[in-house]
């Protein structure tokens, strides 16, 4: 659970909510997110539904993020959520305006009517409440990193109520990089009834950022043993940029049975200057190649959301939502025209002290993105026999890429993609469900050290299969045990160094998840994930890729323990373990990076000071000081943080 913010599932169905989520669950929920500006309260492991992934304020858990889910990333498929809504992530909604970001997928799905492989990344949006609170955090570590939140929420009037954030960070990293960025929120909410509700809202952050290097080793094989702490220049490759997220949430009920939501946001980065730092053909002795690729101002746009029509019909016993959903999105980015620095021979142990020299860019690429999703669901839920969920979606894609100069290359897509997911319930406890489901998706960009860096890629055509039980083994502790089967086109770097699709990859595996409260004073999330992933098509059978992909792990094991001890009331003990099997590091599957295993120690306390609310949360992550790389791409490589001690007090007026 790092101390600085990263990126609990609701239950899916009306007749599984006592099995999915529980009393203890709930409360939990309800305590850590009851009002825009109460913070105190916040606890991943005491709110998570499962161990899929969940994060609340600053602590992620969990096997999943929005990074990675069966081995692929949602977030870069373009299935981000914000509650249940669709939303073209270009920036992630920062902690100002999200309470917690659930991973849906397996059982958790139900309830969402258009799921998509690989699951969905939904933020639960931090909603202005109609009580008055103020919650003040400040942060440290030993690196000398800190940090200042603010989050407010005034009632105004009766049905109005407003919520505004802040934040500075001041950032040192384990490559003697430095970061120092600011971010600022605001929404409001108007409910004049319980039938209308608007919630509007703005979030911006600027900052700058020192480029750290990537090392590419020469051939295969890993990188020699990397110094921690030290700044592989140069001192002018800062990155600065602005970001920013706005939109507006609506729900209208007209009448008994029907409601009607919308969304509409726009997510956008505009970066002034940006830098690829790299130490290529790098030897065992640390010497190697500098080269620093300088971008010119690059800007990335969209706008998207969705208008759903729901409707609820009663049925004796049973209950039947019909869903109707438009989606749409426009998106806009300007990149490309980079200038390649070559800084020549270096050692990674010496610091760079060239001067920064004149930029010289080329002509930048635009590329333009319109797609419009139209979709019907129907869900079928009835109490002691399961629930049934089908849904059709119709898609129209067209993507323009290319020079001003140039006519530009076309892609059109206009699948109809389908879902199926089917919940039985075998006995009070325990319900077995599978299900089916198509997507067409965003491949993203191609990384900094291809060929054709920064180039969008088409969209491609995905499918999952997956089933699985869950089982309550008390009241409050769950157990899911699933089978997955998820299936896309491989992107990666090919014989000429260009990142293109080179086959399929197919992530076959098992999740385990046990989750909640074992007794009122200790709380457990433990997960795993034994993942089978598989490279097929004419580069594997020539032998110019290998049969597993870069980035997979077989075995991901997670365990979260918090117990409070009867000894002083308020105070809280928390481990984390976190095991990852090797990691696939090149095409040619033949360099993997070793197993590693990450131990974190922590501990709270919660008090009452002056009548407020008051939480200590102090923390050891890496406590073994673990040595190990981190993959950024097929090839390249950055160093794992060591052992890091930090801390931050909230407080809830």
Known sequence: MPLLPDVSPAAGALLLAGLVAGPA????????????GARAAENAV???????????????????NAGNVRGFSPTQA???????????????????LRR?????????????????????VDYAFRKPGDDAALSVLGALNQWGNAALELDANLPLATGLSMAAGAALFDDRYYNATRASFWQFSLAARYAPSDAIEIVPFVARSEGFDQTGPIFLPAGEGLPPRLPRRFFKGPEWARYRGVAFNGGVLGTWRPGPGWEVRAGLFRSLFDDARGFANLITDLGSD??????????PPVKFASTSG????????????????????????????RFDGSDFIDLGPTSIFAPTTVASPPRRFGEQQQDRVRQLIAGIAWEARWPGVGELSLGVQGTNYSKRIGLPSLAPVATDARPLLYNATLAVEISPRLIAYAGTVTGLEESGIAPGNAANRNEALPAIRTSQRDAGLRWAISDDVRLVAGLFDVRKPYFNLDANGRFDALGEVINRGIELSVSGPVTSRFSLVAGAVLLSPRVTGAGVALGRVGDRPVGAIARRLELNLDWRPPVLEGL????????????????????????????????????KLAGQSLLLRLQVENLTDLQSFELQGAGAYDLTPGRRIGGYLTIDF
């Open 306 to 333: 969705e208008l759903r029509l729901t409707h609820t019909i009663s049925d004796g016993p049973r209950t039947h939502r019909l869903h109707a959903s438009l989606r749409a999105r426009a998106g806009d980015r």
């Open 78 to 96: 373009g299935n981000v959520r914000i509650d249940g809504l669709y939303f073209d992530q270009v920036w992630g909604l920062n902690p100002r």
């Open 46 to 64: 005491r709110s998570a539904g499962d161990a899929f992934g969940t994060s609340i304020g600053r602590e992620t858990i969990g096997l999943y």
């Open 572 to 607: 809280g003990v928390d481990l984390a373990i976190s095991h990852r099997s090797p990691e696939v590091a090149t095409v040619s599957a033949r360099t993997r990076i070793p197993a590693r295993t990450f131990v974190d120690l922590g501990a709270r306390y919660s008090a």
């Open 100 to 120: 917690a970001t659930s991973i849906r997928v397996g059982l958790s799905a139900l309830g969402s009517p258009f799921p998509a492989p690989t699951g969905i």
């Open 25 to 36: 669950l709930a409360q939990a929920v309800d305590a850590a997110t009851a009002a825009t």
């Open 286 to 295: 640390g010497r190697g190649n500098q080269l620093v690729i300088a971008d």
